[in-house]
């Protein structure tokens, strides 16, 4: 008797690699998955620390769909091996700062490694053709194979009948004809699919689960980058760009304000690394200092901050300056007027 075929999945929490997977299920094939975490994924961070997004489910999603699917998740960090991929991305970067052709060359070619190490045969993903406009083009998806070394042990289940066939399908491990013939940016196949296999409370697509997709978010990183003088980042970089006002009056400094309370109970964790201002005399934000500040940059910053208080009409208005944890100091300023504010600060 031959053996059971294993393949493992990339799981990113959205329905395509959900379908995919049960898509595989159904021939017999048994099936783990891989989510690989870079620092950059949108699910789980904002919506925890946003009070307005309470609603929002709090859960992780590539794990609820591990839950569904019945399947083992290997959740594997990849923070700092991901950072050649965003720095240095040999195919360029997309609309903003998303590598998306060097992430996926890149996550397929971990995955193979670890198929390799753990004795499985194949991988598959829940890529369509033309779903995106960078790696999910027909003549991307050769790219993804050829330079990950993974060749025909990739399965695209949802568009699989629109490509050549793969090594599983040539050696009976996978019905072609069990597959499907998806193409196109459309996703009402994806969701008859989902009704079909009894699917409901998914996550809803919205343009991709990473932030370097996010144009904002990618203008902040740029700036980033261009006032450090080099590409180079952190995870709490990518922790602090994904909340707050970041307000940059100077070359040599920026403020990150607080947008509500929950962004400034985030920001409360990051008082020690930062110089941190906080209004007293009137409801207002916390907000951070990033940067080389002099005593006439902090009284700028503090201005700033009052603009953004509920004393922004008020003649002065009073905050606490604490420099990285130390006691805090008394500071009272006039709050900027909102023509004072210059757009070109904003990011």
């Not at 090594?167 to 969701?191: A, H, I, M, N, T």
């Not at 300056?321 to 504010?341: F, K, Q, Y």
Request: glycine share 8%; proline share 4%.
């Amino acid at each position: 008797m031959s053996r059971q075929r294993k393949a493992v999945a990339l799981i990113s929490g959205g329905l395509d690699s959900l379908l995919a997977v049960r898509v595989i299920q159904q021939q017999g094939i048994e099936v783990e998955g891989i989510n690989f975490f870079t620092g950059f994924c949108v699910e789980g961070h904002t919506h925890a620390i946003r009070k307005k997004d309470q609603k929002k489910p709090k859960r992780n999603n590539a794990l609820w769909a591990a839950e569904q699917l019945g399947i083992k998740l290997h959740i594997i960090d990849i923070v700092d091996e991901y950072k050649d991929v965003v720095i240095n991305p040999r195919h360029g970067y997309g609309a903003n700062l998303n590598p998306c052709l060097d992430c996926k060359v890149f996550m397929v070619q971990k995955a193979r490694e670890w198929m390799e190490q753990k004795g499985f045969d194949f991988i598959i993903t829940g890529e369509v053709v033309g779903q995106r406009p960078m790696s999910q083009r027909k003549e991307t998806l050769p790219v993804v194979q050829r330079e990950s070394g993974i060749d025909d042990r990739l399965l695209r289940p949802l568009c699989a009948k629109n490509l050549p066939e793969t090594l599983p399908e040539r050696e009976g491990w996978v019905d072609r004809e069990g597959l499907y013939d998806f193409s196109g940016r459309s996703r009402k196949p994806q969701f008859a699919l989902a009704k079909q296999f009894g699917f409901e409370d998914y996550a809803q697509p919205a343009g991709g689960c990473c932030f370097l997709t996010d144009e904002r978010y990618s203008v902040k990183l740029s700036d980033l980058w261009q006032h450090r003088g080099e590409k180079r980042y952190d995870l709490d970089d990518i922790m602090l760009l994904k909340v707050g006002r970041h307000i940059r009056p100077a070359d040599h400094f920026k403020v990150i304000v607080a947008r509500e309370e929950g962004e400034g109970n985030f920001l409360q964790g990051y008082r020690k690394q930062f110089i941190s201002l906080k209004t007293t005399s009137h409801g207002g934000p916390l907000a951070l200092i990033d940067g080389e500040a002099s005593t006439a940059d902090i009284e700028l910053a503090a201005r700033i901050v009052a603009r953004y208080s509920q004393g922004r009409d008020a003649p002065q208005v009073e905050l606490e300056v604490s420099d990285h944890g130390a006691g805090p100091e008394r500071l009272t300023v006039v709050p900027l007027a909102a023509s004072e504010v210059r757009e070109e600060w904003v990011l």
